[in-house]
């Protein structure tokens, strides 16, 4: 049993930090957010959310100057201040953030952003297990090795998730009557903005944003021809 007790030190720990972290996103979304205030977003909003049966679907707006789009454990969907800076200075359309937050919505309906948070306090878990064993094997450069096999475990969950709801956000906009090729130039415009991609492609959290749009462009022929788009996981 003792020689167990290190390993159920780690998961207890793994289950406080799961607690811990999902309070302290909560409290920060709730003091940095705000409800969308733009009629034509809120418009598209609207549509998103008919197309699922919600349609009270509201947005918030994320104080955080990054282009990005997130969703929050509890459902919510949000959008960053330094996507509405964009769309002000008419870079982006309300369409193509429509599929910014059809994607979050994705994540929502398929049970990623809960279970994300589940996964990581998980991984920090195995970081710690691993480096525990692999310490003994290979003193000091065992927890490198641990540290890396857990960010390729992180690295595939993640990137399975961004094509899961990339899926569900083309059929979801097809089935809102909202632009579908909003989401291809939404992807060719945040890849003019990352620029040339950097660092090791298998250890990064999202696909390439030009394996997404081939993604994208094969549904929506596959469904040119089949004439319908059921949303993945319905």
Known sequence: MIKFLPFLLIGLYALVQWQFSAWRTRRELS?????????PLEAVVRRLGRAVELPHLKAMVYDLPVFNGLA?????????????????????SAEEIGSILAHELGHVALGHSRRRMVDWTG????RLGLALVLNRLIPFVGAMIADVLAR????????????????????????AGVDPEAQVRMFEKLEHMAGPAGGLAWLASHPPLGARIEA???????????????????
Do not use: C
């Open 123 to 126: 991984q920090n878990a195995l």
């Open 216 to 234: 994208v462009q094969a549904l929506h022929a596959r469904w040119d021809d089949a004439d319908a788009a059921p949303l993945p996981g319905a």
């Open 31 to 39: 003091a940095r957010s705000r409800p969308l205030d733009d009629p």
């Open 152 to 175: 390729l475990v992180a690295s595939r969950l993640s990137r399975r998730d961004e094509f899961e709801a990339d899926a569900y956000a083309a059929a979801l906009m097809r089935r």
């Open 72 to 92: 929050s454990p509890d459902g919510g969907i949000y959008i960053t201040r330094g996507v509405m800076d964009k769309y002000r200075l008419g870079e982006v």
